[in-house]
């Protein structure tokens, strides 16, 4: 059974940072591209990073560009995505979701996700 | 940038069809899925690569499309259906979401 649990969310300033992780299970974690969706508070879904199965390929969407960094640690079956310079606009709840293999461009397995609140 | 546009709400009366829109400039040239949302929970996929159906899923759900309009049908609609139902394509590097229906099943 494929499972993707988030952790590290939480409260932090304006300005600070944070690291999610990702633990994946039930799959080759090696063979498929990575995500991380957002939701704020009572919007839709807005894509954040993407990375590839061969770590090659990396994207951004551009309100994260220059601030967040994806990574993935193949050994640990494990996702991350590193937040500094965290803005209030940041606060949302944080998925993590797998690609449906080999460039299909669909999220096929979602976590549960974590949530980020970044306040005073 | 490349935005995805869906209609707000959507209200079915039980045992009817709803239909949900997805358009976009040159959507047809890309590919289409769609996702269930319910309060409290993480998105479900229910159509990718336009029409197919994941394992799992109702055969109630379709997914087709024409020109540069995708379009959710819920057909026989139950009450576990009503949730938040959001479109979703790839365009130059981008995984990009559509505005999000409400679906509400009266």
């Not at chain 1, 293999?101 to 096929?108: A, K, Q, R, V």
């Given at each position: 059974e494929v499972q993707l649990v988030e952790s590290g969310g939480g409260l932090v300033q304006p300005g600070g940072s944070l690291r999610l992780s990702c633990a994946a299970s039930g799959f080759q974690f090696s063979n498929y591209g990575m995500n991380w969706v957002r939701q704020a508070p009572g919007k839709g879904l807005e894509w954040v990073s993407y990375i590839s199965s061969s770590d090659k390929t990396i994207h951004y969407a551009d309100s994260v560009k220059g601030r967040f960094t994806i990574s993935r640690d193949i050994a640990k079956n494990s996702l991350s995505l590193q937040m500094n310079?965290?803005?209030?606009?940041?606060?949302a709840v944080y998925f993590c979701a797998r690609e449906g293999?080999?460039?299909?461009?669909?999220?096929?397995f979602w976590g549960q996700g974590t949530p980020v609140t970044v306040s005073a | 940038s490349f935005e995805l546009t869906q209609p707000p709400s959507v209200s079915v009366s039980p045992g009817q069809t709803a239909s949900i829109t997805c358009s976009g400039d040159k959507l047809g040239d890309k590919y289409v899925c769609w996702y269930q949302q319910k309060p409290g929970q993480s998105p479900v996929l229910v159509i990718y690569q336009d029409t197919k159906r994941p394992s799992g899923i109702p055969e109630r759900f379709s997914g087709s499309t024409s020109g540069d309009t995708a379009t959710l049908t819920i057909s026989?609609?139950?009450?576990?259906?009503e949730a938040d139902y959001y479109c979703q394509a790839w365009d130059t590097s981008l995984y990009v979401f559509g505005t999000g229906t409400t679906v509400t099943v009266l």
């Open positions: 310079s965290l803005r209030d606009e940041d606060t293999g080999g460039s299909t461009y669909y999220l096929d | 026989g609609t139950q009450a576990m259906d």
